[in-house]
């Protein structure tokens, strides 16, 4: 630990209070934070209205969090801790040679009860005036070998227009811009869906205000959301970006990766669609990845 | 920051996110606090699970806190943090020579409401069968000259012998075991209450949790806060500890100092108290103390 004019003691003492009975696991994660928690205050000798407005924001994000909303999740987002755990996760499972498709966040807008849809449905059950209709299709594919995995589970989210999820925003219908689908023949997915907006993360509560203490916009940019997952293979947990979207190198939550950019392109003679994005999924299997 | 395997830019990208309009004490503290939190979490190469656990901890800290009670202070305490704060306040203001009396952490208990008692009040207003009364008295003085200091206002608050202060307490009376006092002719105060009893820190919400986690005992060593003030002085907020309490050397939030420690003795001839506490209050002049 560093020096410093305190207790040289006292992290120490809060260290070794540490019972016998606790999980060797929890024991390392509790002793690394405790020293860093005190490191952090005598560095900065945080002083206790500080400590106390800290404690207030944790407190008010509890406050502002329920089974639609986890505000203590979207204040690790802005300081960028849960991109950094997706990095951690693909580092420690991917050890592999030849990456597979780049992981991204999770985010707090997932739902684990999201209805199954029919390829080729279109998921924009409540159509704003101003969306862009898009037609999203490709395979699920064996990141190695190449060959299409058919009913592999393709999940997709994302925000509308008014850059608000379904469950944030009563206009909506229930699961509108959501849907599960299984690959059919040739690893094949497809689905409408709109093209995905830019859009700012809450502002209403304890997320916003720290970005707003900090100076810093509150916008992600534009795009979708994507797990897929194939029996025997690792599941993936992604978001692909719009190349256009001009938050692409400062996304508020720090989740943007070369790799996930991806390009929509003109669609002909398809009423349902001028755009059209071809994105095809790799998956690795289970066997090729280290410790996974 | 530490050499690791992940992208060494990472950190740095969500540091100068922080934008130019920011106080430059906030920068100070997020700047720290995001180095912190990244190096935890790569150092021990935090899961999504594990973080999701601590998220989940966080948010049912603020669930669980109103206005009598804060479990965002409550999970801070038993890792030690209030009481490091209060060192390094300490530290800062008290940089002069002769120390003044040691500081102790304000705890969550506290009530901005507290009413006015005369000296020579008892504050049992509920009565425990088991209690032990206390005939508690002393001067305020001027830590450098003796004088005594009239007009002193001296707030003192505990838990009655069933563990729990008045607002957990249904079956006390609204600020049972609280009064503010203003000293009178040789800046003496005094007043009747318990002496105080070792008791569990809740343990229904997350910091019992986390204390189960770690396995540790939830006890606070039995002691009586104070907070003392008078024109022109530091105004001191401290803790006195019972010396013959057996959780002295492993109070759950650390906040026990030698200096702190105090004997109750036998009182004769007074039917309102089996026990008596003289205990003196010194404060400190603004002037003498750097920085304050």
């Known amino acids: 630990m560093a020096t410093h004019r305190f207790d040289p003691n006292f992290t120490k003492n809060v260290i070794n209070a540490i019972g016998p009975k606790t999980s060797p696991r929890l ?38 969090s329920d089974d639609r909303r986890n505000e203590g999740q979207l204040l690790c987002d802005v300081i960028g801790l849960e991109s950094l755990i997706d990095e951690i996760t693909f580092t420690r499972a991917g050890e592999a040679k030849d990456a597979p498709i780049a992981t991204a966040i999770l985010g707090p807008f997932f739902r684990a009860d999201t209805p199954w849809r029919q390829n080729g449905e279109d998921i924009v059950k409540t159509k704003p005036a101003n969306g862009e209709m898009v037609f999203m299709h490709g395979q699920v594919l064996d990141f190695a070998s190449k060959k299409p995995l058919v009913e592999s589970t393709v999940e997709v989210w994302l925000a509308s227009t008014n850059g608000l999820y379904e469950q944030q925003d009563p206009i909506q219908e229930e699961f509108n811009l959501r849907g599960k689908f299984k690959t059919g ?59 256009e979207d001009k938050y692409l190198d400062n996304d508020s939550v720090f989740a943007v990766k070369d790799s996930l950019v991806v390009d929509f392109v003109p669609r002909k003679g398809d009423p349902q669609a001028s755009l059209e994005l071809n994105y ?3 998956l690795v299997m289970f066997d090729a990845v280290n410790g996974a």
């Open 185 to 243: 023949e040739e690893g094949r997915y497809s689905f409408y869906c709109l093209r995905p907006t830019p859009y700012p993360v809450p502002n209403d509560g304890p997320e916003g205000k720290l970005l707003e203490l900090m100076d810093r916009h509150p916008f992600r940019p534009a795009h979708i959301h994507i797990i897929a997952m194939h029996n025997g293979y690792r599941p993936l947990t992604t978001q692909i970006f719009d190349r």
């Open 280 to 282: 095809d999924i790799k």
């Open 27 to 64: 024991r390392q994660l509790m002793t690394g934070l405790i020293k860093h928690v005190h490191d952090f205050a005598r560095e900065n000798e945080l002083t206790v209205d500080e400590w106390l407005a800290g404690v207030k924001l944790l407190n008010w994000a509890g406050q502002t």
